[in-house]
């Protein structure tokens, strides 16, 4: 008989794996209160169309209604795990507007890092890309 050990490092992604998915169940929920903490006092999101947004920016912007996600379903989530940083890459299908400029549902590339900051995984930086259809 074979015991299964699991290892801290599978452990710990797995971790990274399921507090992304809260992440973005609560920016999609308009719930900044649980999406804060999980957001570096230092974060920043680079946006498919290359703005830059700090957290008060984005955070603020959900909060405000500026910024929907109608929906954001991430599929599988590969995490490149070092010390206390993680790397984390997958991708989605998501809908989103700014304002009244509503986005119509499209495939992206999310890549975000994380670190571990006094016991606490965080998003530091976050990155989404549109996939565009091959001509």
Same mark, same amino acid.
């Given at each position: 008989?074979s015991n ?6 599978h ?7 399921? %507090?992304?998915?809260?992440?973005v ?6 719930n900044? =209160?649980?999406?804060a ?5 230092d ?7 290359g703005?830059t947004?700090?957290r008060?920016q984005?955070?603020g912007? %959900?909060?405000s209604?500026?910024?929907v +996600?109608t929906?954001w379903?991430?599929?599988?989530i =590969?995490?490149?795990?070092h010390?206390?940083i993680?790397?984390l890459? +997958? ?8 304002g009244t ?5 499209a495939?992206?590339w999310h890549? =975000?890092?994380?670190e571990?900051?006094d016991?606490t ?9 549109? %996939?565009q259809?091959m001509?």
């Open positions: 008989m299964h050990l699991e290892s801290p490092a452990s710990t992604a797995d971790t990274l794996r399921t %507090i992304e998915r809260s992440r169940r609560a920016l999609v929920q308009r900044v =209160d649980l999406a903490p999980l957001h570096a006092a974060f920043q999101l680079v946006t498919p169309v703005m947004l700090t008060a984005y955070l912007a %959900i909060q209604g500026q910024l +996600y929906s379903d991430p599929h599988d =590969d995490v490149r795990l010390d206390h993680a790397a890459r +997958y991708r989605s299908s998501m809908q989103v507007s700014f400029h509503q986005v119509p549902q495939d992206y890549t =975000d890092l994380y571990q900051r016991g995984w965080q998003v530091v930086w976050s990155q989404a890309t549109t %996939i259809p001509r």
